[in-house]
């Protein structure tokens, strides 16, 4: 279906006034605090006593010395900030090295360096289609490939979650509308339209895997390309950590295009695309949010090419987050509470209402855990949860603490 709907004629409200330009504000705060989703912003202290299982800081290499060291070298030697655009002076060495290093880590042709996840998943997707063109959409994608859908100005199908079958009859409905289309027309032979479909490798609500291999089959059976947002997947799945499309057998596939965040597994800041190099080269000359934007700082380009030297010299962290996952898992399951069983990093623990989450949340906090709490609108299916993030390097004993402290503070209705 598509992703706009019909505008709704808009009600009055009683506290707007010809004067005050934002007495709207006022009335959608009222609503958050009466619904219990206000937000906040928390400051962290630079060395917290709290136990971090919030964070998307996966492999533990945010402080990593060498991560550090790097990141302040680079700052030395190329400045604080990047000086401009990509295209003018905001291309240094050593983001060329790590787009090469990316490329040849993940297992493609090419890759491009964007000032942020979000930005690089805006140019994939509204670049790689437009405006005659089919976008199929995973109903539990990330709000950036979300955004980049409705910047495309294609039309765009959500299916449900996690469904190759739908994938595959969006697309097929598409095509068969363009063969009807044609016929109308004098029977001209129609040119196949330019379709994709977008989806996490992971999804960051729940932490399950898409079932990627399905999903390329589904997009090749009616000449889609794939769109695949491996934040979640890069540094956790697929071979030392290369990525769940890695993994599936896809990487390096000339219709599959990977987007990532630089930001978790990899410790610091930015975003990437990889794919084949026609597609990185078409970015270049077209993604506006590549184009537009100030390059990534030299400080974050060095940090995460320190990160992944690391990760490719200590592949086995990669199988520590999975294992310590799945250990979180399994024992907040033992003691009663109701969990999703990770693919990857990302365990989510269910509550009650928003209300009990923010509690729940709060109450970890007092007991010196930082755990997650997602809650209606970030939630597609309107289910409040805690949301741990298992880092690689949190030992078995840390681990024990925190689901102690989980199940102790749990609601208890």
Known sequence: MPLTRPR???QPMPQDRPDDAFAWIDAQRERRDRAGLVRRLSPR???????????????????HPEVTAAA????????AGSTGSRLVTGSTELHTTLERELAD???????????????????????????????????????SLIDGCRLSRAEVAV??????????????????????????????VPARRRALAVSDSVFSVDGDAAPLAALAAACRAHGAALVVDEAHGLGVLGEGGRGAVHGAGLA??????????????????????LGPARVIEHLLNTARTFIFDTGLNPAAVGAALASLRLLRREPERAARVRTVAMGLYGRLTAAGLTAVRPDASVVSV????????????????????????????????????LRLTARG??????????????VKTAPTA
């Open 393 to 406: 390097d949190l030992t078995e004993e840390q681990v024990g603490r925190a689901v102690d402290v989980i």
């Open 105 to 143: 880590f993940c297992g493609f042709e090419a890759a491009l360096v964007f000032s942020s996840g979000y930005a690089a998943n805006l140019a994939a997707v509204s670049a790689l289609s437009g405006r005659d063109a089919l976008i199929v959409s995973d109903a539990g994608n990330h709000a």
């Open 252 to 273: 390096g596939a000339p219709d599959v295009v990977v987007t990532a965040t630089l930001s978790k597994s990899l410790g610091s800041q930015g975003g990437v695309v």
């Open 45 to 63: 202290p630079a060395d917290s006593p709290l136990l971090d299982l919030a964070s998307n800081d996966y492999l533990g290499l945010a402080r």
């Open 350 to 385: 269910r509550a009650p209402s928003p209300e009990q989450a923010v509690r729940w949340a709060a109450d970890c906090r007092a007991a010196g855990l930082l755990v997650g709490c997602f809650r209606p609108p970030s939630v597609p299916d309107g289910i409040s949860r």
């Open 159 to 188: 299916v449900p979650h996690a469904d190759p079958d739908a994938v595959r009859k969006a697309l097929g409905a598409a095509e068969e509308d363009t063969r009807e289309e044609a016929a109308e027309g004098a029977g001209a």
């Open 8 to 10: 709704k004629a808009r």
């Open 72 to 79: 302040a070298a680079a700052a030395q030697r190329w400045g």
